[in-house]
């Protein structure tokens, strides 16, 4: 709702990253609010933190059998129930990338905006500094996009010292 009074119109889509899909959840429930129920909605997720990835490709939800990516925020073990019932009603696209592109956005978006943030924010805004969106385009699963909503949200499990460490295991 907060972004319904900043903006001039409703942006073309919403992107989030999503754990067990809470804040999702407040999104769309936000969405319906100010009527932007026909905007999509890209819920991003690590490789190893994908619950609710595979609850959609299941139909069900589904347990992981533990959090092996290193976005630790993303780590819910089995998504809400509400979570997958919001996917079968709006226009929700989910989308994986490895822990390598979620860590790369984490530092393009610090160096950009000299904003520090966790890698579940970069599985957020790898759909920014990678080509998800343009995927999604090719797919014919997203129609031309001028503006993007980006959740920013995650920084209390990030330090400096982390992200230099990060850079290096994945060599960037």
């Known amino acids: 709702m907060e972004a319904a009074e900043q903006l001039d119109k409703k942006p073309d889509v919403i992107i989030v990253c999503v754990g067990g899909g809470g804040l999702l959840i407040g999104i769309v429930e936000g969405m319906k609010k100010v009527g932007w129920e026909d ?16 609850a959609i490709e299941k ?3 589904v347990t992981l059998p533990g959090i092996t990516s290193i976005a630790k925020c993303l780590g819910a073990l089995t998504a809400a129930e509400t979570a997958l019932e919001v ?13 390598k592109e979620a860590i790369n956005a984490c530092l393009q978006f610090l160096a950009d905006e000299r904003m520090m943030v966790e890698p579940s924010c970069g599985a957020t805004l790898a759909a920014i500094y990678s080509d998800v969106i ?7 699963k997203l129609g031309c996009i001028k503006s993007a909503l980006v959740i920013v949200c995650g920084g209390k499990l990030v330090s400096l010292d982390l992200l230099q460490a990060w850079k290096k ?4």
Do not use: H, R, W
Not at 40 to 47: D, R
Not at 134 to 140: D, F, S, V
Not at 169 to 172: D, I, M, V
């Open 39 to 54: 905007v999509p909605v890209i819920a991003m997720e690590t490789k190893g933190a994908d619950c609710y990835n595979k």
């Open 134 to 140: 343009k995927k999604l385009q090719k797919e014919e």
């Open 87 to 99: 996917y079968k009603k709006f226009n929700i696209i989910s989308v994986v990338v490895e822990d």
């Open 169 to 172: 295991q994945f060599g960037l």
């Open 59 to 61: 139909g069900s939800l």
